[in-house]
Nanobody, 126 residues
Framework: QVQLVESGGGLVQTGDSLRLSCAAS????????MGWFRQAPGKEREFVATINWSTASTFYADSVKGRFTISRDSAKNTVHLQMNSLKPEDTAVYYC???????????????????WGQGTQVTVST
């Protein structure tokens, strides 16, 4: 099992930037990938971005492509989500997740992740 703790959320205005971080501990040697998901009130949890832990290859949801950047610091077992040009529709609780399974293709489904953080709130005002 991997324990995940997110940080960096907050209240910002449209067009501002935020950087989320997620620190992993425990069986980090078993991680194949980490990802970020978000859930807005009354909506289902949706995929945001994922990063392959060994190669650092990345994949993004269309809604954030070009605005968000996922990165990892393998020495610190930490993943970051740099969010630029934030919009009100980016308002949600953001969760990081770790995948401990070898799968084919990009992990875009929440069911492809094994461990989750508690979430951090991001609110973008107009």
């Amino acid at each position: 099992q991997v324990q995940l703790v997110e940080s960096g959320g907050g209240l910002v205005q449209t067009g501002d930037s935020l950087r989320l971080s997620c620190a992993a501990s425990g069986r980090t040697f078993s991680m194949y990938a980490m990802g970020w998901f978000r859930q807005a009130p009354g909506k289902e949890r949706e995929f945001v971005a994922t990063i392959n832990w060994s190669t650092a290859s990345t994949f993004y949801a269309d809604s954030v492509k070009g605005r968000f950047t996922i990165s990892r610091d393998s020495a610190k077992n930490t993943v970051h989500l740099q969010m630029n040009s934030l919009k009100p529709e980016d308002t949600a609780v953001y969760y990081c997740a770790a995948s401990l399974r070898r799968v084919t293709g990009w992990r875009r489904l929440s069911t492809e992740y094994d461990d989750w953080g508690q979430g951090t709130q991001v609110t973008v005002s107009t």
